[in-house]
């Protein structure tokens, strides 16, 4: 029953942004941990950003830093991701993630929930 549906992915050129959404149903998720992680071709899927229940905290990875930001919006069911200064290195699968583990550590945070993924081309 529980349902989380990624969208805003696409073809960009390198410079671009896009904003993927993550939206939740059959569930409330709003006391959830949440995360964005992503899946490239020929490597193994890596947490990109975490937020808490509350939003009031979040973990990026270094790659990231200053490009990316997560964020929710808990009266929507919703987690968005905001990606800038994107570069073909960022092409991948990228799939929204939950979390029932609210006290681990954001850093070491691991997926119960996950959707089916939104697809990320970066072209140069």
């Known amino acids: 029953q529980v349902q989380l549906v990624e969208s805003g992915g696409g073809l960009v050129q390198a410079g671009g942004s896009l904003r993927l959404s993550c939206v939740a149903s059959?569930?409330?998720?709003?006391?959830?941990?949440m995360a964005w992680f992503r899946q490239g071709p020929g490597k193994v899927r890596e947490v990109v950003a975490t937020?808490?229940?509350?939003?009031?905290?979040?973990y990026y990875v270094d790659s990231v830093k200053g490009l990316v930001t997560i964020s929710r919006d808990n009266s929507k069911n919703t987690v968005y991701m905001q990606m800038n200064r994107l570069q073909p290195e960022d092409t991948a699968v990228y799939y929204c993630?939950?979390?029932?583990?609210?006290?681990?550590?954001?850093?070491?945070?691991?997926?119960?929930?996950w959707g089916q993924g939104t697809q990320v081309t970066v072209s140069s």
């Open positions: 993630s939950a979390s029932t583990r609210d006290l681990v550590p954001l850093r070491l945070y691991k997926s119960d929930y």
């Open positions: 937020i808490c229940w509350s939003g009031r905290s979040t």
């Open positions: 059959g569930r409330t998720f709003s006391t959830s941990p």
